[in-house]
């Protein structure tokens, strides 16, 4: 039985505290009453969830701990989190590693860096967990919350700079593709509507494929390419264009950017 008020707490209860919030819920994984949030009004934005704008009463009642702040504002009040006894901290804060939050907080050990993705608040998150040396226990409830929003996968932290360029930002990219190929078909005649609609089905339908296909993601642009049709004429056009090494040096440059952050 935990000497613990709560079960989670957490610091902060903005957008992705609040996907996590709900998906824990939804998942039956915890009861409301289980959960505590702070933010600087004390206004809970999800019913039912206690919520203070005393950071150092989520602190001391929370078995696990969730730091969903923005980094610059962990920095400024990380010194009134202490003392941290919960069993582990869940760092969702971009850019800080956790050696850095760790030292902030006076703890050692005991700190799991993950990196969650909007799509998070729909059910649908990727989510990277650094590998830790937290116990088992504080690891499966880790994976369990996040397994609530979507699916998981553990990398080493030092790739963590990597998985912001890919997971972390990523919907943005794909956002951007989704309105670029809707205003293609605005353009070649559809109406606003009918082409975000289609778009948005065949992007859906195209990763669904991708994910339960065993053919190579070449073999599955070959299959739509018939020789002489329609299909490898905007294929060709984007590799003329060399659109790869676009994408590609767009992900350098956020990767870059991360490691930026990291350092400040
Ligand atoms: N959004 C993403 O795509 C994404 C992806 C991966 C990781 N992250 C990370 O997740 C963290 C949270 O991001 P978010 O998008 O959820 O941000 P957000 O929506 O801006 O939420 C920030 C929260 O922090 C609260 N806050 C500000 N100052 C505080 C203080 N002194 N004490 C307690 N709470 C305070 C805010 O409360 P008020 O509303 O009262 O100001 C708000 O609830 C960030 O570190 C970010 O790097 C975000």
Request: aromatic letters at 6%.
């Amino acid at each position: 039985m935990s000497d613990f008020k709560f079960k989670l707490g957490f610091v902060g209860s903005g957008n992705m505290a609040q996907a996590i919030v709900h998906g824990v819920l939804s998942f039956g994984m915890l009861a409301k009453s289980d959960i505590v949030m702070s933010n600087t009004s004390g206004n809970s934005p999800i019913d039912g969830v206690e919520c203070t704008v005393d950071n150092g009463y989520v602190t001391a009642n929370s078995e696990y701990l969730v730091l969903a702040v923005k980094p610059q504002v962990f920095k400024s009040i990380a010194a009134s989190l202490r003392p941290v006894n919960s069993a582990a901290v869940v760092s969702i804060m971009a850019g800080l590693k956790s050696e850095v939050v760790a030292s902030a907080l006076g703890i050692c050990g005991n700190i799991i860096r993950v990196m969650p993705n909007t799509p998070s608040k729909v059910g649908m998150g990727a989510t990277a967990i650094a590998e830790n040396h937290c116990s088992c226990e504080s690891n499966a409830f880790c994976r369990k919350m996040f397994e609530s929003v979507g699916s998981t996968v553990y990398v080493p932290e030092k790739d963590f700079d990597a998985v912001t360029c890919v997971s972390g930002s990523g919907p943005a990219y794909v956002f951007y593709f989704i309105k670029a190929m809707t205003e293609g078909g605005i353009a070649n005649g559809l109406s606003p509507e009918v082409a975000k609609s289609l778009t948005l089905a065949t992007v859906a339908g195209a990763c669904k494929l991708a994910e339960m296909s065993d053919d190579s993601l070449d073999t599955l642009i070959d299959k739509v390419c018939s020789k002489g049709g329609t299909t490898i004429q905007a294929i060709d056009a984007f590799r003329n264009a060399n659109m790869d090494k676009i994408v590609i040096d767009g992900m350098t440059a956020c990767r870059r950017r991360s490691e930026e952050l990291g350092k400040a």
